[in-house]
């Protein structure tokens, strides 16, 4: 997925009813194209033992200075992110207080999930939805389970011609705006710092979305 990405959280969204307010403006406001049904899942993983100690790993110097508060993140947690069904399945790990984000093989979840004394699993987020195709944007929302609880709504703004997030915030930002009711509740998942993950600010990638999410998961204590 190329272009620049935005993740954001509908927080008094209500189910069915928001998920169809949101359908009927995309596709008759803004002329979208409905491409289908669209799932992420996002797994948290604890373990006994710090995980940057345990594996000796160095770390860059601007990276282990931490902010007093990193939400639930924590170098003994990890993080996967599923995106994608069947051939086109893709997963990352995000990890050590979310400084760390790798993409994997499908078949090691199979693994870390026998490393039950390593990693443990502990809850799971589950995003229901569809996703909407423009010109040059693609839009995906979806109804956000954390267990058997609703969590209200999330969205997702790709916009395609440009991978700066610099450059793109205001575009998306419009579109936004054009689909969002004015009262809604929205945390914007500011405050994403893509160099703590060893990630380019100025070019997004997949890495950098799955990276926006678990950062929207942890600041928001919702995993």
């Known amino acids: 997925m190329a272009g620049s990405t935005w993740v954001l959280w ?4 209500q189910g069915t009813a928001s998920l169809g307010l949101l359908q009927e403006r995309l596709l008759r ?7 289908g049904r669209w799932s992420m899942d996002t797994k948290l993983f604890h373990s006994p ?3 940057v100690e345990q594996q000796n790993i160095q770390l860059p110097s601007e990276n282990i200075r931490r902010a007093e508060s990193r939400g639930t993140a924590s170098d003994q947690s990890m993080y996967l992110v ?6 086109s399945r893709r997963q990352f790990y995000v990890m050590a207080s979310n400084r760390m984000v790798v993409e994997t093989e499908p078949e090691m979840e199979s693994v870390v999930l026998r490393l039950k004394n390593l990693w443990t699993p502990r809850q799971a987020a589950r995003i229901e939805g569809y996703s909407y195709e423009g010109d040059d944007w693609v839009i995906r929302t979806g109804n956000l389970m954390v267990g ?4 209200g709504l999330v969205i997702e703004i790709n916009y395609l011609p440009c991978s700066n997030p610099e450059q793109t915030r205001g575009l998306m930002r419009e579109l936004l705006l054009m689909i969002l ?5 929205v945390d ?3 405050g994403v710092d893509y160099r703590r993950a060893g990630l380019d600010p100025k070019r997004m990638t997949d890495c950098h979305t799955a990276y ?6 942890t600041q928001s204590s919702l995993l």
């Open 10 to 13: 509908w927080k008094d969204a």
């Open 29 to 35: 406001g803004l002329r979208a194209n409905l491409k």
């Open 49 to 51: 033992h710090n995980f």
């Open 82 to 87: 599923v995106r994608g069904q069947g051939a």
């Open 148 to 151: 058997t609880s609703y969590k």
């Open 181 to 185: 009711p004015p009262d809604a509740q």
């Open 188 to 190: 914007a998942n500011n």
């Open 212 to 217: 926006q999410y678990v950062h929207l998961f």
